[in-house]
């Protein structure tokens, strides 16, 4: 991702098409490590290529990737309904009263 980054620092700087020494002067100026390797697979894969088009397809097919936790699975009712309960009975709300927090069970007090 660094290479990516350094890639695309130097296209809006305006250097429409960066060289292996330049992507490596600005790995350089933050302290990363420039792999040499990587430089190279980057830049012949982006070789000829314009950038804005890159990222525009690249958008379309991150588009397509499912982000989860948009379905929601829902059961569905029985054929007979005989599982269903009845709509009439009202539900009962059990009310839970809360106790308060006492000084004496901490076994302290913040004014002593």
């Known amino acids: 991702m660094k290479v990516v980054a350094a890639y695309l620092l130097a296209v809006l700087g305006g250097n429409t098409c960066p060289s ?3 992507l490596k002067d600005i790995l350089g100026s933050v302290g990363a490590e420039a ?3 990587r430089i190279e697979l980057l830049l012949s894969e982006v ?3 314009d950038i804005t088009e890159l990222i525009a397809s690249g958008r379309e097919k991150f588009a397509s990737v499912p982000s989860g936790g948009g ?3 829902v ?3 029985s ?3 005989a599982a269903a309960a009845p709509a009439d009975e009202p539900k ?3 009310k839970v009263e809360e106790k308060e927090e006492s000084d004496e069970d901490m076994g302290f007090s ?3």
Do not use: C, M, N, Q
């Open 110 to 112: 913040l004014f002593d």
């Open 47 to 49: 070789k000829g290529k």
């Open 35 to 37: 792999d040499d390797d």
């Open 71 to 73: 379905a929601i699975a």
């Open 92 to 94: 009962k709300e059990e």
């Open 20 to 22: 292996a020494d330049d």
């Open 75 to 77: 059961a569905a009712p």
């Open 79 to 81: 054929a007979g309904g």
